[in-house]
């Protein structure tokens, strides 16, 4: 079956009236838990992480290590359920979990969310978004040509190894992103999930330039 997506829609039955109360919870975590990333332009609160450690994640490790709710998730209840029972679910282990979240009228900066060492592996990152515009979300196609995706679908994966970024929205843009050490490992369920995809798409990358790359 073929894996080789650049973003891929997953029907995991996250209804709105869940997705609701994921955004009450995130949006209830004090500002402290939140740190500011200016590679990518956005805040991220970390909701699951090496070791539980909140903050930015210096001296951390992301790859390995013990996976543990940080003390930013006591709010997020909710949210653990849903994640530990619909996603950790098709996943083979836990991931980081951080949630990104983009002012209104900004966008982010074109990156990959993988290092060059990684950048021929595969790198699926999973993504559940709970408030914004999910067609401000665009890859850069061999011709650098922005191809945005539909609007229609709050989780998705993305090929973190093409270039990627966010138009400004008129909304703030809230988005839960499961990373490190996660990369699409197979299992029945996650290949399933593709196979039965609503939506899915491949586009070739473009010359890669440095300055995309962390
Ligand atoms: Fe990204």
Known sequence: MKTDITFCALELNIDQKAIDVMLSEVRSVEQEHWYWD??????????????GTT????????????????????????????IENKVFSFMDLRTRV???????????NVHVDSGTKSLDTRQHKFRIVLSG???????LDSNNQKQ????????YVLDGTHPHSIDPGTEEKITICFGTP????????????????PYKIKYDKPMLLDEWIE
């Open 55 to 82: 903050g930015a994640p210096n001296g951390v490790s992301r790859a390995n290590g013990n996976m543990t709710c940080t003390e930013a998730s006591y709010k997020c209840s909710t949210t653990i359920e849903i």
């Open 98 to 108: 951080s949630v990104l979240k983009t002012q209104a009228n900004k966008g982010l």
């Open 182 to 197: 996660w990369t699409g490992n197979h299992t029945d369920a996650y290949y399933n999930l593709i196979k039965n995809s």
């Open 133 to 139: 515009e999910i067609d401000k979300l665009y890859f």
């Open 148 to 155: 945005y995706v539909p609007n229609d679908y709050n989780c």
């Open 38 to 51: 200016s590679f990518r332009g956005c805040s991220i609160l970390p909701l699951i992480n090496g070791n």
